[in-house]
């Protein structure tokens, strides 16, 4: 039974409406950019226009005498800032927040100056006029299998895992797959651009940011400027979108540099063009896939190696193994990343980083070998169902995947399929049909979280949440309202806010888990301190929890997340364009706390992957270094018109016992696989493989000679 059809108590499993959406759609919500201060002056990037090399000067006397220009700050003239230090999620800082440190160049698009203005039209006149010279350095942005600086990058996870005898397991099977995979670089795009405003309030430094952790900017402004914590604030409250990228960047920095030296709020807002340097991106990848399996199917040999690239200044792994260590085990198991240095922007996540990708290469190898088996992919992907982690050895806490198939089979209508390709038409049109499997991976972060029963009968949440378009805030609303046992209009939930106290990002798909474990912890003990009280006092009575414990003692087991993706496309046998015609996604993804919010993410995932699949490609030119397409006129992402009929629903996936919240998270499990399943079904549709994203017309002409 879906979650649809079943019965709920509570406010958690029952469709609502955004707490905000009024607010949305009438303008009264204000977003980081639109938020007025007074005395407000504007900065504007100059970026690096080689792609290796060192300043020699910056001319910027000139400038200084253009209307309105109030400074430029560059590398002569900067603050000093201190970016040895370890951030959240126990990681380093892209050194590339250290702005203005020294004269070195690592990539084109690398910001050199800031120009500081009275108004956003000035500062980017003055921008555009100000002269830097450069000396310039060979430079390298190939980035090749046969790299002679590939490396095992030495991460927070294991680069290679390896068991059993590969070539001996490869040479006894029946039927073996060998094939390379590639995927380009991809870019976030959020609606919203990036915008940040700093100024100093009594001694205070206030930022208003679009970020995804209000806690994350803080803490690491505070360590990058030599602060104590506590005279930092940061505030988000509305984000237009983030997908990743919306960590600390160059644009908040630049704005406390800013404000530190004039003593007035700056903002500074990203173009769209700047965004495709600044805000980092998905490492392209190319990938190897050998499967070896018995006649009847049952895995022998898996490897899955990986390459990305990241920048010659930050180590970001694209680990697009991941899936790998976890849907499918085999006698003879092997994977590893593998990475080489550019002189390219870093690197960063991605919505469903290393999976999504990484799904591509392998459910694209596992429908070739259940071609060569002839065996349905379906029951191919049930014969290889893991006991336990293929990699970790750890039980399952759940493990819904043949679910997810029997259901999407079964709504799809995948019995009827003839698993033949090339034999369907509708006029001029090839059809095909084809499925992968989706993972990603559960898990949850120390968080805090307060709780106030009002005087006059409602409840204040506060907690340094994000929600980044995803409908966070209702989901939280509800989650308060079942832990205090009262209707959702009485319970206000604030977030965005670093006074709020330590709190996690939203990302990974952890957000809603870590926030709602941390609010009915807090809500649960005030409902028993409430019970043992006479009454509510004029200040009310807060109650604040802190999940570190918790969450550190919960025991550890392979926790995921899972989808079945089914597509249909339409291939014209003349002009080779790829037409989606449905997708069909059903997910087990833990308690679905807001049906109405949580079907909206499923489908923007799943349209993500058709953007990834069909349109998605940054082109780098070899000669600059640069970009040749960093706008979305060039950038190509899917439209309404690329957007078929998109279902997505759910299965039914109870928490384990010993799981106090039993949400699973969703950000990202509709992303993963859906590219894969569109290739399949193109394959279906013309007896062609596409093992190289996106499926462009022409590939599909070209790649296997015609159609």
């Given at each position: 039974m879906t979650t649809t059809t079943a019965a709920r108590k509570g406010s958690v499993g029952s469709a609502h409406t955004r707490v905000e959406g009024r607010d949305k759609v009438t303008g009264a919500a204000r977003y980081s950019g639109e938020i007025p201060f007074a005395g407000l002056a504007h900065g504007w990037f100059v970026l690096s226009t080689v792609a290796r090399g060192r300043i020699r000067s910056v001319q910027d006397a000139p400038v200084l005498q253009m209307p309105g220009v109030l400074t430029v700050l560059h590398h002569r003239n900067a603050p000093r800032v201190d970016n040895n230090y370890i951030g959240l999620l126990g990681m380093v800082p892209d050194?590339?927040?250290?702005?203005?440190?020294?004269?070195?160049?690592?990539?084109?698009?690398?910001?050199?100056?800031?120009?500081?203005?009275?108004?956003?039209?000035?500062?980017?006149?003055?921008?555009?006029?100000?002269?830097?010279?450069?000396?310039?350095?060979?430079?390298?942005?190939?980035?090749?299998?046969?790299?002679?600086?590939?490396?095992?990058?030495?991460?927070?996870?294991?680069?290679?895992?390896?068991?059993?005898?590969?070539?001996?397991?490869?040479?006894?099977?029946?039927?073996?797959?060998?094939?390379?995979?590639?995927?380009?670089?991809?870019?976030?795009?959020?609606?919203?651009?990036?915008?940040?405003?700093?100024?100093?309030?009594?001694?205070?430094?206030?930022v208003v940011d679009s970020n995804q952790s209000a806690t994350w900017i803080a803490d690491d402004l505070a360590k990058l400027f030599s602060l104590d914590r506590a005279s930092v604030r940061v505030r988000s409250e509305h984000v237009g979108g983030a997908f990743g990228a919306k960590v600390l960047r160059a644009h908040q920095v630049a704005a406390v540099m800013a404000t530190t030296a004039l003593r007035r709020p700056v903002r500074v807002v990203l173009t769209r063009r700047q965004m495709f340097s600044l805000v980092g991106y998905r490492s392209p990848t190319i990938q190897r896939v050998r499967l070896g399996a018995a006649a009847d199917g049952r895995l022998r040999a898996l490897q899955h190696d990986g390459l990305c690239l990241t920048s010659t200044v930050y180590e970001w792994v694209e680990a697009c193994t991941v899936g790998?260590?976890?849907?499918?085990?085999?006698?003879?198991?092997?994977?590893?990343?593998?990475?080489?240095?550019?002189?390219?922007?870093?690197?960063?996540?991605?919505?469903?980083?290393?999976?999504?990708?990484?799904?591509?290469?392998?459910?694209?190898?596992?429908?070739?070998?259940?071609?060569?088996?002839?065996?349905?992919?379906?029951?191919?992907?049930?014969?290889?169902?893991?006991?336990?982690?293929?990699?970790?050895?750890?039980?399952?806490?759940?493990?819904?995947?043949?679910?997810?198939?029997?259901?999407?089979?079964?709504?799809?209508?995948?019995?009827?399929?003839?698993?033949?390709?090339?034999?369907?038409?509708?006029?001029?049109?090839?059809?095909?049909?084809?499925?992968?499997?989706?993972?990603?991976?559960?898990?949850?972060?120390?968080?805090?979280?307060?709780?106030?029963?009002?005087?006059?009968?409602?409840?204040?949440?506060?907690?340094?949440?994000?929600?980044?378009?995803?409908?966070?805030?209702?989901?939280?609303?509800l989650i308060a309202a079942d832990a205090l046992e009262v209707a959702p209009d009485r319970v206000q939930?604030?977030?965005?806010?670093?006074?709020?106290?330590?709190?996690?990002?939203?990302?990974?798909?952890?957000?809603?888990?870590?926030?709602?474990?941390?609010?009915?912890?807090?809500?649960?003990?005030?409902?028993?301190?409430?019970?043992?009280?006479?009454?509510?006092?004029?200040?009310g009575v807060t109650v604040r929890s802190d999940t570190t414990e918790a969450v550190r003692n919960f025991p550890y087991k392979e926790r995921h997340s899972y989808g079945a993706q089914f597509a249909e496309v339409a291939v014209d046998v003349t002009t080779g364009e790829v037409r989606v015609r449905r997708m069909l996604g059903i997910f087990a993804a833990g308690r679905i706390v807001n049906p109405l919010t949580a079907r909206n993410q499923f489908i923007g995932g799943m349209t993500w992957g058709i953007s990834m699949a069909l349109h998605e490609e940054a082109v780098r030119d070899?000669?600059?270094?640069?970009?040749?397409?960093?706008?979305?006129?060039?950038?190509?992402?899917?439209?309404?018109?690329?957007?078929?009929?998109?279902?997505?629903?759910?299965?039914?996936?109870?928490?384990?016992?010993?799981?106090?919240?039993?949400?699973?998270?969703?950000?990202?499990?509709?992303?993963?696989?859906?590219?894969?399943?569109?290739?399949?079904?193109?394959?279906?549709?013309?007896?062609?493989?596409?093992?190289?994203?996106?499926?462009?017309?022409?590939?599909?002409?070209?790649?296997?000679?015609?159609?």
């Open positions: 050194p590339g927040v250290a702005l203005f440190q020294d004269d070195r160049v690592p990539h084109v698009g690398w910001p050199v100056a800031l120009v500081v203005a009275e108004t956003p039209e000035q500062a980017r006149e003055a921008a555009e006029a100000l002269a830097v010279h450069y000396e310039t350095e060979p430079h390298d942005v190939a980035f090749s299998a046969g790299h002679p600086g590939v490396y095992v990058p030495d991460g927070r996870m294991p680069s290679v895992t390896a068991k059993g005898d590969l070539e001996a397991e490869l040479a006894a099977s029946a039927a073996v797959v060998d094939a390379e995979y590639s995927t380009p670089e991809e870019h976030h795009n959020p609606m919203e651009p990036h915008a940040a405003t700093a100024r100093w309030d009594g001694g205070r430094l206030e790998s260590r976890v849907l499918y085990d085999a006698e003879a198991h092997h994977t590893s990343n593998r990475m080489v240095r550019l002189d390219v922007p870093s690197t960063t996540w991605v919505r469903a980083p290393g999976e999504a990708p990484g799904s591509f290469a392998l459910e694209s190898a596992i429908d070739e070998l259940a071609e060569k088996c002839e065996i349905d992919p379906i029951e191919l992907r049930a014969r290889n169902e893991p006991e336990r982690g293929p990699v970790s050895g750890l039980p399952f806490a759940g493990h819904r995947l043949p679910d997810c198939f029997r259901e999407g089979a079964r709504r799809f209508g995948w019995a009827e399929r003839d698993p033949r390709p090339g034999l369907q038409r509708d006029g001029r049109w090839l059809l095909g049909t084809g499925t992968a499997a989706a993972s990603f991976i559960v898990l949850a972060m120390p968080s805090t979280a307060a709780v106030t029963a009002e005087a006059d009968g409602t409840f204040t949440v506060r907690i340094a949440a994000a929600d980044v378009g995803t409908g966070a805030r209702t989901a939280l609303t939930v604030r977030i965005g806010d670093s006074d709020f106290g330590p709190a996690m990002a939203s990302g990974g798909s952890m957000g809603t888990r870590s926030w709602g474990w941390a609010i009915m912890a807090a809500a649960g003990e005030l409902r028993e301190r409430l019970a043992l009280s006479p009454g509510i006092p004029p200040e070899q000669a600059t270094g640069g970009l040749c397409n960093a706008d979305l006129a060039g950038y190509h992402i899917a439209a309404h018109a690329d957007v078929p009929l998109i279902e997505a629903d759910w299965v039914d996936d109870p928490p384990e016992p010993d799981d106090p919240v039993g949400i699973k998270g969703i950000g990202e499990i509709s992303t993963v696989g859906t590219a894969a399943a569109i290739a399949n079904a193109v394959w279906h549709a013309t007896g062609v493989r596409h093992r190289n994203l996106p499926i462009r017309p022409d590939r599909v002409l070209t790649e296997g000679g015609h159609v």
